[in-house]
């Protein structure tokens, strides 16, 4: 795999790690002759020296490493990232708030970042596993210490996996980074625009007569469609609390997906924080709750 050198320094390094982790698993030495700079490549070799330096140090029976033949974890603000698997047994963080099971080695791997919110960002990720993208998010760094926004995090997915409808974006797995331990899920990335940026395209365009009739059908469908993601939501206890037209993504194949559930409230809680526990709401086939998004 040759590195194209006219390419952005991000992009180059992040093919440069798929070069290097392709020769690891075909057996061999990963070298310049797969092309890329050579700044960029005395980056990774320095990296590697100095991780292999503290692997020397690291005391005998620790609890999470990574075997010599694995690629290093490298920082997660760059792309390329990959994660190795702790050696310590699968076991869960108190409270029950996330399944701490090492994620398989290598799995994924960050190839852009595509999005950063309030606590959170969101990178569109390869899962080696099932061969597929996905969208990973986890906390933004600078939150990364921060008990409350890790909390809400914690919850968003918590909440955001239970509700299962065909309008609500499905979350894959919830576990965590096996070197510091800041939690991450993975979810379906869905290719679109905000029902806000359809809006606006259709309205544009209507004065000018360029609108089909079908334009409008596309939207007040989307319109039902989301309707229906909230009413399945209020059915199992759940207000979204940031529901808007930013929040609705149309995929390119008729999907209407609500996303951003980190506002949601769970009725019957004491108080509107998330708490520590596992996020459980109501039972398929109870009665709906009677409640309004604000």
């Known amino acids: 795999m040759n590195v194209e050198n006219s390419l952005p320094p991000d992009e180059q390094f992040a093919t440069l790690l798929a070069a290097w982790d392709e020769a690891l698993a075909a057996g061999t030495s990963p070298g310049p002759a797969t092309g890329g700079s050579p700044e960029l490549w ?10 292999q330096r503290l692997q020397r140090l690291r005391p005998h029976g620790g609890s999470a490493a990574c075997s010599a033949a694995d690629t290093p974890r490298l920082d997660s603000s760059v792309p390329g990232e990959v994660h190795c698997s702790p050696a310590d047994p699968p076991r869960t963080a108190p409270g029950g708030t996330v399944n701490d099971a090492a994620a398989p080695r290598r799995r994924y791997t960050l190839t852009r ?5 309030g606590i959170g960002r969101i990178w569109l990720a390869y899962d080696r596993d099932l061969g597929r ?12 210490d921060d008990r409350g926004f890790a909390e809400r995090f914690l919850h ?18 919830l576990t965590r980074r096996p070197g ?7 979810m379906r ?14 309205h544009d365009e209507r004065p000018a007569g360029r609108a089909e009739p079908l334009d409008r059908v596309a939207l007040l469908s989307a319109f039902v469609a989301t309707c229906n993601a909230v009413a399945y939501a209020h059915s199992r206890g759940v207000i979204h609390r940031d529901l808007k037209g930013q ?48």
């Open 189 to 202: 990335f869905i290719r679109g625009r905000p029902l806000t940026a359809a809006v606006r395209a259709y």
């Open 133 to 144: 993208e996905v969208a990973l998010k986890e906390l933004r760094p600078e939150r990364s």
């Open 42 to 51: 005395g980056r990774l070799e320095r990296g590697l020296a100095c991780l």
């Open 247 to 294: 929040n609705v993504v149309l995929g390119d194949f008729g999907e209407v997906v609500v996303l951003d559930w980190g506002f949601a409230k769970v009725l019957d809680r004491a108080d509107d924080s998330p708490a520590a526990a596992p996020v459980v709401l109501a039972a398929e086939g109870d009665p709906a709750t009677r409640c309004k998004d604000r």
């Open 156 to 173: 968003e997915a918590q909440v955001t996996g239970q509700l299962e409808h065909p309008g609500i974006v499905p979350v894959y797995e």
């Open 113 to 117: 970042l595509h999005a950063t919110g």
């Open 180 to 186: 510091d331990r800041q939690p991450f899920y993975t």
